[in-house]
């Protein structure tokens, strides 16, 4: 492989903060540039007080239909009127937002966050700025500017084989029109999220049921505050982190009974429902009458319910990848997974690419582990293992995943996964591959790991939260550490 000089970060929120602070430290690559197309760096954390335009859902849709690629002109550079296409990039966060995991393992190791252990939505908005200027890699952030396609450039061209061509749009706001130009990089850092494209499940009649009722269904990205809902009737569909989030905060302000449409038990429900809310389990049909028909038979009719929230999650989506041009597809959406990678973050197919932040594992710091990697052997002061080690770690972990019928990018902690996982990155980047200069990976220490399996922002079944809204549980207790993340 050519030597790397220069790296493109696609997007400026904790992912691409640690990857520009890793990339810097290795004082090696000559060119790197984070590309945000938000107005500042902070990413699922910038709080939009409006959430924007209601999305026209297709339900049971993915990303490749809903968020597709855009048209790239045919010249460039060039300035042209300004496009006009969803492309998600309002977050989903909502007014009392707080975080779900302990300030200590939330934080990258160099630097605490302002205070903890479960904070406000803007507190890591402001850490995640702060941490590009605290590591001066705010010098890199080239701010609203949305990659619109990355292309792998031929191995015979001449200066950057085998490198990448960006294809780049800039709002103006002097002349209102957009600036389309390309640069290339000898590597590339997808570091966009992987919870801007909600998900919507089909369910039979819901189709019409919007056509019938416009705006009676929405998405959990779109909620931002409880009081909007006062005495209305609602439904939520959804038991994962916002479902329960919404479930809670609607209590207190929507007419009773609130219904919760569950499809699993969740880890902090006790045997029946808070007081005022009613679980169903998942809806069967919505009938063109407007009844919606659950599973079990029962029915809420068309007029005893005011707005449907769907709390069902987030797709990745990579609308900028051209996978005709780059020899196919970097996810599968049958198998919901990274097609080729090791260890969730090279792909075996570009050694210069990589993924930061994509596994649902311990946010922040293990994104840590990843980007450290990531810099180490892009700077040639480490290596990955052989290509076959790397196949068999993806098929071990493909078999695993179905045995268990987990997600392949679900690591748990209970089961020591996480630390495996870390482990697989201090192989990689830790003490013996120290050299020059750079960063390494921290040791996850006592302290930390305690803060994870003991410190609970959901309740316990049965257990109230303290005054700060939290608890703390003892050691020998039922864990399920990150089961929310
Ligand atoms: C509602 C909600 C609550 C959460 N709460 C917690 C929590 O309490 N604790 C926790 O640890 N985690 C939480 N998470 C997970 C959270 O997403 C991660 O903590 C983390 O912020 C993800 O960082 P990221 O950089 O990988 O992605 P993001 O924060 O999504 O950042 C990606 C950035 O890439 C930019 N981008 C995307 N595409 C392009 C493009 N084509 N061109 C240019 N820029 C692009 C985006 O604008 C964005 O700024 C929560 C997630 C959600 C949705
Ligand atoms: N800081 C906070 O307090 C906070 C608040 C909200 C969100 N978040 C974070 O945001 C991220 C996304 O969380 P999320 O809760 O929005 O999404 P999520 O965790 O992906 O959960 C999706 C939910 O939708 C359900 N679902 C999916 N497909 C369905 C279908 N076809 N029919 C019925 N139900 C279906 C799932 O049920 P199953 O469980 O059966 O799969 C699950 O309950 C997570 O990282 C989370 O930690 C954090």
């Not at 998900?199 to 990205?221: A, F, N, W």
């Not at 840590?368 to 790397?390: D, K, N």
Request: hydrophobic letters at 35%; proline letters at 8%.
């Amino acid at each position: 492989m050519a030597p790397i000089k220069s790296v493109a970060i696609i997007g400026a929120g904790a992912s691409g903060a640690i990857t520009a602070s890793a990339l810097a430290a290795e004082q090696y690559f000559d060119r790197i540039r984070v590309f945000e197309r938000r107005e500042t760096a902070g990413g699922t954390w910038i709080y939009d007080p409006d959430p924007g335009r209601p999305f026209k859902f297709s339900p049971g849709n993915l990303p490749p239909d809903v968020d597709a690629p855009s048209q790239i002109p045919s010249s460039l550079p060039i300035s042209i009127p300004h496009l006009e296409k969803e492309r998600y990039e309002k977050t989903p966060i909502y007014e009392s937002l707080t975080t779900n995991v302990p300030d200590i393992a939330m934080s990258y190791s160099d630097l605490p966050f302002a205070y903890g252990p479960f904070v406000p939505h803007w507190v890591p908005k402001q850490y995640i700025e702060n941490y590009f200027s605290s590591h001066r890699t705010d010098r890199y952030l080239v701010t609203n500017t949305t990659v619109e396609e990355v292309v792998k450039l031929k191995d015979d061209h001449a200066d950057y084989s085998p490198g990448w061509r960006l294809t780049l749009r800039r709002f103006n706001d002097v002349t209102q029109l957009d600036e389309w130009w390309q640069e290339d990089f000898d590597a590339v850092v997808l570091a966009n999220g992987h919870y801007s494209v909600p998900y919507v499940p089909h369910v039979t009649g819901l189709e019409g049921y919007m056509t019938k009722y416009p705006g009676r269904v929405m998405h959990s990205k779109q909620f931002r505050s409880a009081p909007d809902f006062k005495q209305k009737r609602v439904i939520i569909i959804g038991n994962s982190a916002s479902g329960q989030d919404l479930t809670t905060a609607l209590v207190r302000e929507a007419a009773l009974p609130l219904w919760q449409s569950r499809r699993s038990p969740g880890r902090w429900d006790g045997d029946n429902p808070p007081p005022g809310v009613e679980w169903k389990p998942i809806i069967k049909e919505y009938l063109p009458s407007g009844d919606i028909i659950f599973v079990d038979g029962t029915v809420i009719k068309s007029d005893e319910v005011d707005k449907i929230i769907y709390c069902t999650g987030y797709k990745p989506s990579f609308p900028f990848w051209n996978a005709q041009r780059n020899g196919g597809q970097i996810y599968d959406y049958g198998e919901s997974r990274l097609v080729g990678t090791y260890i969730h973050t090279f792909f075996r197919d570009h050694p210069t690419l990589a993924i930061i932040g994509l596994p649902r594992v311990l946010t922040f710091r293990s994104m840590e582990y990843q980007a450290i990697a990531v810099a180490r052997v892009w700077s040639g002061r480490s290596s990955l293992p052989s290509t076959e080690e790397q196949i068999s770690w993806e098929q071990n972990r493909d078999v695993l995943t179905k045995r268990e019928r987990r997600k392949f990018h679900d690591i748990t902690w209970d089961n020591g996964e996480t630390l495996e996982y870390l482990q697989a990155f201090f192989n990689i980047a830790g003490l013996p591959t120290l050299a020059g200069a750079g960063r390494y990976p921290p040791v996850l220490d006592a302290e930390t790991r305690w803060a994870i399996q003991n410190i609970k922002k959901y309740p316990e079944p049965g257990r109230k939260a303290d005054e700060d809204g939290y608890v703390i549980v003892g050691s020998n207790e039922v864990k399920d550490s990150l089961h929310f993340i």
